[in-house]
């Protein structure tokens, strides 16, 4: 998608929400929350029982870079009491602030505003622009989401006090599963002696800044590599036999399929957008342990 193409698109959807806003008063449907991706799902519903509607803006297989929301995701983010936004996707950013404009009664917590943020350049990523330079993949690592964990708790507490008491039940749970996945994190991380790791779209920088290990990313800047940065990076992962390379289903693989089949890495496939966070993390760990101990 061209960048034309998609600030067009904004503008319908930016249009399209005015007019569902702006179309007479209505009563807000209190028990609606919204979310940018299905991670952050997984905590409201462990927090809450399930007992709010969570309207998740880019759903299961989709990509946060090429999202464009339905008329209904539309209209339930404008019914919603609160708006959990990772903060830096790139369609956050294209209405985040027109949305806030339309519909003030909306508490939106931006969980970036907690996190100590990597930044760089302006990074593309294939289709899609990082805003200011900045990684969005917070919710990889465990240790940030450990740290996020309150300001999710807090502001459902808030928000929905009728659900207060549920949400603070559940907390300590959630706590400990979360503090458990960093802590077998930290442990696999620490024993393992090879601590690189390649993958296609560098979905891991938190992860790997806050267990002491290495990305390595296909793409370059966030684009395919050219032929002579595939060879470097190949020379490279022979030397230093790196055996594994990470892939998502939503990008194309046969770049990182080329690497593996010239290096002998193998294959493995994650998804930063599952609904499951803890499963996640925990197939993260015992991937490492199986092929970088």
């Keep these: 998608m061209r960048k034309r193409d998609f600030m067009r698109i904004m503008a319908v959807l930016v249009t399209m929400l005015g007019v569902m806003i702006g179309c007479g008063e209505r009563e807000r449907k209190e028990d609606v929350v919204s979310v940018s991706i299905l991670p952050v799902q997984y905590f409201i519903d462990r927090l809450t029982d399930n007992a709010l509607e969570v309207n998740v803006m880019v759903p299961q297989g989709a990509s946060h870079g090429t999202y464009s929301p339905s008329a209904r995701q539309m209209q339930r983010l404008s019914d919603s009491g609160i708006y959990f936004r990772i903060g830096y996707l790139g369609y956050e950013q294209a ?9 003030p009664e909306m508490k939106e917590v931006n969980l ?73 994190m930290q442990e696999i991380t620490q024993s393992i002696s090879q601590k690189r790791f390649l993958i296609f779209h560098p979905a891991l920088t938190y992860l790997a800044r806050d267990y002491g290990m290495e ?11 050219s032929p002579g940065q595939l060879s470097q990076l190949i020379r490279e992962a022979r030397a230093e036999t790196i055996p594994i390379i990470f892939i998502q289903e939503e990008y194309d693989q046969r770049n990182a399929e080329l690497v593996a089949a010239e290096t002998g890495a193998e294959l493995i496939q994650i998804n930063p957008l599952a609904y499951d966070w803890l499963q996640e993390m925990n197939d993260l760990v015992e991937v490492f342990k199986q092929y970088l101990q």
């Design 95 to 103: 209405f985040i602030r027109r949305l806030n404009e339309l519909n």
């Design 112 to 184: 970036s505003n907690h996190v100590e943020l990597i930044r760089g350049m302006p990074v593309v990523h294939g289709d899609h622009v990082h805003e200011g330079g900045v990684d969005p993949h917070i919710w990889m690592s465990p240790a940030v989401m450990l740290s996020l964990l309150p300001v999710i708790k807090n502001a459902l507490v808030e928000g929905y006090p009728e659900y207060q008491e549920t949400v603070e039940a559940n907390y300590p749970a959630l706590y400990a599963d979360v503090e458990r996945s960093h802590l077998l």
């Design 215 to 225: 990305q390595v990313s296909i793409e370059h800047e966030g684009k395919e590599p």
